[in-house]
């Protein structure tokens, strides 16, 4: 049967264009919470000289008050104060104290945060601080009558040439680490190492050099605040996109009904995982199968997996290591638990070179796209 013309118009099966509504899923995190602390020690300083240790060992005390602004970095104002101790190793041994406050600030710095990430509820904290201050020095009278007797001042080479009297003020600075252990949320056990350098003379006597004392100190902390709170947070899942079109021909006889072509859209997952971890969770897993059973329908397809650290934790090196593995994480569970050819994966790291969400804890993740 002959038409002279037909037009043959396509049924339409499926003329729409579905952008799914953006999945959001929930999560609750402990994130680091600024928060001032008081801190309250006691211990022994050595200052350095010619006696035997236990002859320069003396009592020290410290007041303290910190804030911390970050899970790395903090500031403390204190006071550190009580005695040093000298001495003269002449024919005759003499040894004389004397009492000084010197207030002090200090910048500290978390090196367990620093280097291993942060971690809510970590029992054990080591940080390093460095600070400058004023040492007030007073009560020297038996450095006068030690000098009295080995000489005075004029003839006798071997006397306190840097005796000083009253009060004397020195610039003085100071390094050295605290280690603290966490009880709880608002209390810890510490202890603290100080190294502290002041211009010659502190001891009363002229030796060319800086003068150094060094303190050993435990005590209790003080959170006026919780060091981690609660926060939810919202992890995006990637937007799927169906694309159906139906082409229409017109033609002058009749054709064969041309089959529905569907255009296949690339697959996004985003898989993330818990400060410092590569460990991928069975939640996180769900999306790792959803990707192999992308590749099992689409014979052709491969997928590109790149790995991520959040930049407020770790150093440059910690989160390039630990991107990568985040990244063979998934390329393992691939692999291993789906029977994914490894051909068909390719795999890469950024560490915190580039951070893909806004939000920081998002950055602790491998994207995954598969076309």
Not at 37 to 57: C, K, N, R
Not at 200 to 227: E, I, M, Q, R
């Amino acid at each position: 049967m002959n038409f002279k013309k037909m037009i043959l118009s396509s049924l339409l099966l499926g003329a729409s264009l579905c952008v799914a509504a953006q999945e959001q899923k929930t999560e609750t995190v402990d994130a680091f919470n600024p928060h001032w602390y008081l801190q309250a020690q006691v211990g022994g300083q050595y200052t350095l000289g010619e006696l035997s240790f236990g002859d320069l060992i003396s009592p020290n005390a410290q007041l303290s008050a910190g804030y911390n602004f970050t899970p790395v970095l903090g500031v403390r104002l204190g006071v550190n104060a009580w005695q040093s101790k000298a001495g003269w190793d002449g024919a005759t041994e003499y040894d004389w104290k004397w009492n000084y406050v010197a207030p002090n600030a200090d910048l500290t710095v978390n090196l367990s945060n620093l280097l291993c990430g942060y971690k809510a509820g970590r029992k054990f904290n080591v940080s390093w601080f460095a600070g400058v201050g004023a040492n007030i020095a007073f009560g020297n009278d038996e450095a006068q009558d030690v000098n009295a007797a080995i000489g005075g001042t004029t003839e006798n080479l071997q006397n306190l040439s840097g005796l000083w009297d009253g009060t004397a003020v020195r610039l003085q600075g100071r390094t050295g680490l605290m280690a603290d252990y966490n009880i709880n949320d608002r209390w810890s056990l510490g202890l603290e190492l100080q190294a502290n350098v002041l211009n010659d003379n502190y001891n009363s006597k002229t030796a060319g050099n800086s003068d150094w004392f060094f303190n050993g100190l435990v005590g209790v902390k003080y959170n006026l605040g919780k060091p981690s709170v609660k926060k939810e947070v919202v992890v995006p899942a990637a937007p799927e996109r169906i694309i159906e079109r139906v082409i229409e021909r017109v033609v002058e006889k009749p054709a064969p009904v041309q089959a529905v072509q569907q255009a296949v859209e690339p697959l996004r997952r985003d898989v993330f995982f818990t400060i410092s971890s590569t460990k991928i969770t069975s939640a996180e897993m769900q999306k790792v199968k959803e990707i192999a059973d992308y590749l099992n329908k689409y014979p052709n397809a491969t997928v590109s997996i790149t790995g991520y650290a959040d930049k407020g934790t770790g150093n440059a090196k910690i989160n390039m290591n630990l991107s990568q593995k985040r990244a063979q994480a998934v390329v393992d569970a691939l692999v291993k638990n789906y029977g994914v050819a490894e051909s068909r994966i390719k795999s890469d790291a950024k560490g915190d070179t580039e951070q893909p969400f806004e939000e920081e804890i998002l950055n602790r993740v491998s994207i995954c796209i598969a076309k």
